[in-house]
């Protein structure tokens, strides 16, 4: 069942079920999954490669390792869209944490958000090499599956179509890598405190309104000073 939706023998039936499930994982986003399921498909190939004895099984075998390889590079891309997720709710603690911290921890506070969003986009960048190293070796071991298929005389196989989608994967993983690291980029630049006195109000500079307000309550406070002063003056004429 498995094995004939990769086209690959019959006898391949544990290996194609451990790719597919890995495959159905990656699409429910389930990377715990995913993983899960790599690793069991590729200690089931070693036995694969055992058995291996003619130019077809080991076009089945390449085929079936490119296209994990195609999966392991999405699920790198994946991690690192969850990197991304990490890094946003990290500057949102930052956002909150530097803004409530005293002016002497405040620099100590700062390093530290610094440090760790160096180190998230570390990580972003590394997921993305490793993302391309995965595609290379999908790309490299479906050209292996198509000379071993010529060699058998099989036509109908999945490895040039496999290859064929990684020169996709190949060309678009550093754009990916790039794409995110612009991301983070934006996400973990400082929050912009506007200046109250450039905002405007009904048309008013902010200035203008509390220049009024300051005015008006200057006049308030000293409004009985006034008028106390007024009547010592009339007294004093009386």
Known sequence: MYAETFKVQGWMETQAKWLRWAMQSLTARKLEDVRYNLQKFWESLSDAKGRAAKPQDWGDIMTLDAQSQWT??????????????????FMLARNVGVAMTGPILMSTAAKYFAAGTTEIRSKIENLGASASAAFKAQSNLASQAEAEYRKAGIQD????STGQVASYAVTGAPLETKNNLRQASTIAKPPEIPNPFSLDFLGFPLWAWIAGAAGIALLVATGP?????????RKATA
Not at 72 to 89: I, V
Not at 227 to 232: G, K, R
């Open 225 to 233: 000073t006034v008028v106390m002063a007024s009547n010592a003056y």
């Open 157 to 160: 196989n999945q490895a040039r």
């Open 72 to 89: 392991l590079g999405n699920l790198y891309q994946n991690d690192q869209a969850d990197m991304l997720k990490q890094l946003n709710n």
